[in-house]
């Protein structure tokens, strides 16, 4: 046979399985696939809305306590430097232990504040990430979608069932 046969035949093969492929599929169930930006409808959610001011209030509230440390460690430091001539040994020390301990604090607030803030946020998403699956969810069994998508990240954000779901299939492929 020669080579030209050869790749006739292959490209014969490949056509004939592309045919018996688009024909098994048109003649197979649809799956009726709907998508969704759920960027978009987050940010209309009114609970977010809420939940971002809440956030931001929060926030103003550490940023003002932060500055206020701030402003009395810079007074305790100012004072140190002024009166230190006059203090003992001991008072010096306990001074410069105190001083030591609130710039550790204040080292330490800017990454507790941030901590606190996305603990906030978590607690405060959650349930509208919650509703919003939930309403897509009863939208896609009430209009008899199999697949919804997620335009914003190119997910699926629900199916029908976990007929499709072929981790089973390629877990025991590799023996896992």
């Known amino acids: 046979m ?9 490209f014969l093969g490949i056509a004939l399985l592309v045919v018996v492929f688009v024909a098994a599929k048109s003649t197979g169930p649809k799956s009726k696939v709907g998508y969704i930006n759920t960027n978009e409808l987050w940010v209309l959610m009114p609970e977010k809305q809420a939940a971002d001011e809440e956030l931001k209030k929060m926030e103003e509230q550490m940023v003002t306590y932060y500055q206020q440390e701030q402003k009395t460690f810079e007074i305790g ?26 710039q550790e604090n204040l080292q330490a607030m800017p990454k507790a504040a941030n901590d606190e803030l996305a603990k906030k946020q978590e607690q405060l998403y959650n349930p509208i990430r919650e509703k919003m699956q939930k309403a897509i969810d009863e939208v896609a069994k009430e209009n008899g979608y199999d697949y919804i998508l997620d ?26």
């Open 77 to 102: 430091v100012n004072t140190f430097v002024k009166d230190s001539a006059s203090m003992t040994e001991l008072v010096k020390k306990q001074t410069l232990q105190k001083l030591q301990q609130q």
């Open 2 to 10: 020669s080579l030209k046969s050869k790749r006739w035949q292959y």
């Open 151 to 176: 335009a914003a990240y190119g997910n699926i954000v629900y199916a029908r069932n976990d007929d499709d779901n072929v981790l089973g299939l390629v877990k025991a492929k590799l023996g896992l």
